[in-house]
């Protein structure tokens, strides 16, 4: 990653336990915090283009959560509520005053959690954002199979072990071939532990009469300004949700993005980072 966006350390105490948090930084101005989503994802994976392309007009920051990245992968439960406090205390520990934020998917319920848990927040960019429904076709499926250890295994065991294993997932999640560049970042911050992370986050969120985290009829409590990005095609999250949180918000803003699945900033970085721009 260019353009003066550098590699920082930084110590937390999260859930009563001390953890190293790797993250990206660089730019001048107001800040803004990015978040990135579970699994086959770090902040150089989602926000390799966005980074230097808002670093300009901001002083801009991408955390690698923990278990993924280049951050600590502690052995222990990954739960949505261990992700706030870790993105509070990340918060509070570099003394970030009030920032705009831009989640996706598991990182957008992040940071819409962050907010109406009272976080001060100057505006929201959710993308292809978890959190804003109770359920997903696939989601039955899922929770039986992560609630199955031997079927959760043989699902799991090569994901992020090679880079075929990572071509053939992110096909699953988007209408195009993946770019190479994108394999090859996921191929290196994707782990075992990495894998572990995800599978422990995913069993506490798939449960069997829906997802844990939905903040759906929470949406008429944000008072912040808020941009709602979706892939039209996304086969994950269905678009449905951004629509009509879209229509809940008070002060939204939604771009649906044609030809697009679940990761906007890495399929269309040009279009994704012009509206961000335009939208802090």
């Known amino acids: 990653m260019t353009n003066g966006i550098t590699s920082e350390h930084v110590e937390l105490s999260v ?13 001048e101005g107001p800040p803004m915090v990015f978040l990135h989503g579970i699994g086959l994802d770090a902040a150089t994976v989602s926000w390799r283009h966005a980074l230097p392309a808002l670093a300009p007009e901001r002083t801009v920051y991408a955390l690698d959560l923990p278990g993924h990245g280049d951050s600590d992968k502690p052995d222990r439960a990954y739960t949505t509520d261990y992700y706030l406090e870790t993105v509070a205390e990340f918060i509070d520990a570099l003394g970030i005053e009030e920032p705009a934020m831009a989640g996706l998917s598991m990182g957008g319920a992040i940071a819409l959690g962050h907010t109406l848990d009272g976080g001060p927040v100057e505006r929201l960019v959710l993308v292809d954002s978890y959190g804003l429904g109770a359920d997903a076709y696939w989601r039955t ?13 043989m699902l799991w065991q090569g994901v992020g072990s090679s880079q075929p294993a990572i071509r053939n997932s992110l096909r699953s999640m988007g209408p195009g071939e993946p ?4 394999v090859e970042d996921i191929d290196n911050v994707v782990d075992r532990q990495t894998v572990r992370a995800m599978r422990r986050w995913q069993q506490s969120e798939f449960r069997w009469c829906g997802f844990r985290t939905d903040y759906s009829d929470r949406l008429d409590e944000l008072d912040v300004p808020t941009m709602l990005i979706h892939g039209a ?6 678009r449905r949700w951004s629509e009509q949180a879209a229509g809940i918000v008070t002060d939204s803003t939604l771009k649906i993005f044609e ?5 906007p900033p890495r399929e269309h970085p040009d279009r994704f980072n012009r509206a961000v721009r335009a939208f802090c």
């Open 179 to 182: 770019p190479q560049q994108l």
């Open 141 to 153: 499926a899922a929770s039986s199979v992560l609630q199955t250890p031997i079927l959760g295994n």
């Open 259 to 263: 030809d697009c699945g679940h990761c």
């Open 233 to 238: 095609v996304d086969p994950l999250l269905p």
């Open 15 to 27: 859930d009563g336990e001390d953890v190293t948090i790797h993250y990206r930084t660089g730019g």
